[in-house]
Antibody, heavy 124, light 110 residues
């Protein structure tokens, strides 16, 4: 079992940046990656990318890759989502979730453990 | 507009069976494994099915997954009021090079 705890809600102005953190506890995460998936109000799920916990390999969605950075701090088992140039349509709940990195590479991703979600509101 | 197409809503009465479809193409559903998620109101999604037809830990056998060609299906038997939720399918798309999800299906248990 893995427990993921995310940082609290954020309110940002258009053009600003936000950093959302996700700290893991429980079973070892070796060989796993953490994905970020967002959900705009009343909408479905959108995958943003993922980062391996061991060595920081990343894979980003083309839609957001120019504005996103994902990093890890292995000493605290924390993963960070850094999202720049925020727009109003970036308002969403941002979830971190675990995925097996090999499953991403072989086309069989599934997201077993989820954080509680972080609401990021972008408004002037 | 999601790459994977799900019916916006389905409904059934307690005890009945319901199926939720997830239609895609050869670059996603047709060539990769499917996962299914249940999202209760105000909560994070929960993994129900992975690798198209394998139940996640603790998921009862009332839930099942299958695939034929470019369409995947989630089946739920013995419906309970607690099954009322949004359900999402997901997979990898070989052309877009991203994880994609369906638009979600709202299940109402009347």
């Amino acid at each position: 079992q893995v427990k993921l705890v995310q940082s609290g809600p954020e309110v940002k102005k258009p053009g600003a940046s936000v950093v959302v953190s996700c700290t893991a506890s429980g079973d070892a995460l070796s060989g796993f990656a953490v994905s970020w998936i967002r959900q705009a109000p009343g909408h479905g799920l959108e995958w943003m990318g993922c980062i391996t916990v061991d060595n920081g390999n990343t894979k980003y969605s083309q839609k957001v890759q120019d504005r996103v950075s994902m990093t890890t701090d292995t000493s605290t088992r924390t993963v960070f989502l850094d999202f720049r140039g925020l727009r109003s349509d970036d308002t969403a709940i941002y979830y971190c979730t675990t995925v097996n990195w090999l499953d991403i590479l072989t086309g069989s991703p599934s997201f077993a453990f989820w954080g509680q979600g972080t609401l990021v509101t972008v408004s002037s | 507009q999601s790459v994977l197409t799900q019916p916006p809503s389905v409904s059934a009465t307690p005890g009945q069976k319901v199926t939720i479809s997830c239609s895609g193409s050869t670059s996603n559903v047709g060539s990769n494994y499917i996962s299914w998620y249940q999202q209760l109101p105000g909560t994070a999604p929960k993994l129900l099915i992975y690798d198209t037809n394998k139940r996640s830990s603790g998921i009862p056998d009332r839930f099942s997954g299958s695939k034929s060609g470019t369409e995947a299906t989630l089946g739920i038997t013995g419906l309970q009021t607690g099954d009322e939720a949004d359900y999402y399918c997901g997979t990898w798309d070989n052309k877009l090079n991203v994880v994609i999800f369906g638009g979600g299906t709202k299940l109402t248990v009347l």
